[in-house]
T-cell receptor, first 113, second 115 residues
Framework: DTGVSQDPRHKITKRGQNVTFRCDPI?????LYWYRQTLGQGPEFLTY????????KSRLLSDRFSAERPKGSFSTLEIQRTEQGDSAMYLC???????????FGQGTRLTVV | AQSVTQLDSQVPVFEEAPVELRCNYS??????LFWYVQYPNQGLQLLLK??????LVKGINGFEAEFNKSQTSFHLRKPSVHISDTAEYFC?????????????FGTGTSLTVIP
């Protein structure tokens, strides 16, 4: 399968714990995006990478959130000291220069208890 | 900045009936327009997109949408729905000038097809 892959699909964690999600984009896609989707809402932009460079970050991305894309391939999104308000679906998408649309993964559903 | 308004949060419709899901956008710059579909616990799948040219665009699964610049709308339509069309539908825009292609999504419309 050559689609966007996210791992894990589901994560339950206790408040205050750190969590890390992984996203593998479509091969050779140089752009990678992270979005957050809460219940009953549309996806909200978190951050964007072009190759390994993080070019844009939303103000939604507090200092407890960090994203990396070493070597411009897969990406990780880490949330430190999780809060109940972090419970959401975290979606990764990838695209390439010249494309107008993005291709989404199936998401990681985070539940903070 | 751009924003997207989906006027109906829930739309119930009987099987084989037509449906229209409404989307209005606000932007000070030219935008591309998209409709995505999301099935339960799944990611988003592109239904169709408007970039330029003909204002009527056709997508997958028999869906089509019409771009109306004067009304800043991009409504999604299907002449006859199936049970399998039950899903969440999101309208989105992106800034044509922004090479990063960041998307702004509406809050979604939940389409329920009734047998």
């Amino acid at each position: 399968d050559t689609g966007v892959s996210q791992d894990p699909r589901h994560k339950i964690t206790k408040r205050g714990q750190n969590v890390t999600f992984r996203c593998d984009p479509i091969s050779e896609h140089n752009r990678l995006y992270w979005y957050r989707q809460t219940l009953g809402q549309g996806p909200e932009f978190l951050t964007y990478f072009q190759n390994e460079a993080q070019l844009e970050k939303s103000r939604l991305l507090s200092d407890r959130f960090s994203a990396e894309r070493p070597k411009g391939s897969f990406s990780t999104l880490e949330i430190q000291r999780t809060e109940q308000g972090d419970s959401a679906m975290y979606l990764c998408a990838s695209s390439a220069t010249g494309y107008t649309e993005a291709f989404f993964g199936q998401g990681t559903r985070l539940t903070v208890v | 900045a751009q924003s997207v308004t989906q006027l109906d949060s829930q739309v119930p419709v009987f099987e084989e009936a037509p449906v229209e899901l409404r989307c209005n956008y606000s932007s000070s710059v030219s935008v591309y327009l998209f409709w995505y579909v999301q099935y339960p616990n799944q990611g988003l799948q592109l239904l169709l997109k408007y970039l330029s040219g003909s204002t009527l665009v056709k997508g997958i699964n028999g869906f089509e949408a019409e771009f109306n610049k004067s009304q800043t709308s991009f409504h999604l339509r299907k002449p006859s729905v199936h049970i399998s069309d039950t899903a969440e539908y999101f309208c989105a825009v992106s800034d044509q000038r922004n090479t990063g292609n960041q998307f702004y999504f509406g809050t979604g419309t939940s389409l329920t097809v009734i047998p």
